[in-house]
Nanobody, 117 residues
């Protein structure tokens, strides 16, 4: 079982920045697609950004130009740099590692991000 451990959430004012980190256990397949999802109260869990082992990234439209996903393959760690945060970015952010063609999918425990003045 692959384990994913997130860190870096918290409370930030609108316009501020946060960086989330997610460290995977050593048994995570190196070719796994890693990503960040978020879930606000009463809403479904949606993809924020994802990145392949080859560093190809994909972003949800509302975060393009504000968020940057990156990945350290040696450390099996994925990051999400979040700038220009808005109240609507408030959610629990979940790390995910999955097979690029389907199959396995592992989740972290989630980390709360709250954007409020």
């Amino acid at each position: 079982q692959v384990q994913l451990v997130e860190s870096g959430g918290g409370l930030v004012q609108p316009g501020g920045s946060l960086t989330l980190s997610c460290a995977a256990s050593k048994n995570m397949p190196e070719r796994a697609v890693m990503g960040w999802y978020r879930q606000a109260p009463g809403k479904q869990r949606d993809l924020v950004a994802s990145i392949t082992m080859g560093k190809m990234s994909n972003y949800e439209d509302s975060v393009k130009g504000r968020f940057t996903i990156s990945r350290d393959n040696e450390k099996k760690t994925v990051y999400l740099q979040m700038n220009s945060l808005r109240p609507e970015d408030t959610a629990v952010y979940y790390c995910n590692a999955r097979h690029r063609l389907g199959g396995y999918s592992y989740w972290g425990q989630g980390t709360q991000v709250t954007v409020s003045s």
